[in-house]
């Protein structure tokens, strides 16, 4: 199991920027992904970003150029970089674990993230 907690959440201006930060309870050098999803009220779960133990590559659409994950396994954190914010970005941002690949998914609680004017 791993524990994950997510900070860094809280209310921006359009075209602001945030970091948030995800920690793990233990060494994620082995954890084949970690990503951020992200759920906007009334709507879906989706991905916003994933890193797996190949690289960070996979990037929804409606973020590519504007948010950036990145893992940090000597801290067991990871991070998104979300600049250029809009206020479709507004959502809860979930951190999720995946330990083996086609295994289960370890969720944080979430941290909101409202842009607005």
């Known amino acids: 199991q791993v524990q994950l907690v997510e900070s860094g959440g809280g209310l921006v201006q359009p075209g602001g920027s945030l970091r948030l930060s995800c920690a793990a309870s233990?060494?994620?050098?082995?954890?084949?992904?970690m990503g951020w999803y992200r759920q906007a009220p009334g709507k879906q779960r989706e991905l916003v970003a994933t890193?797996?133990?190949?690289?960070?590559?996979d990037y929804a659409d409606s973020v590519k150029g504007r948010f950036t994950i990145s893992r940090d396994n000597a801290k067991n954190t990871v991070y998104l970089q979300m600049n250029n914010l809009k206020p479709e970005d507004t959502a809860v941002y979930y951190c999720?674990?995946?330990?083996?690949?086609?295994?289960?998914?370890?969720w944080g609680k979430g941290t909101l993230v409202t842009v607005s004017s």
């Open positions: 233990r060494t994620i050098f082995r954890i084949y992904a």
């Open positions: 890193c797996t133990t190949g690289g960070c590559t």
């Open positions: 999720s674990a995946q330990p083996q690949s086609n295994g289960v998914y370890y």
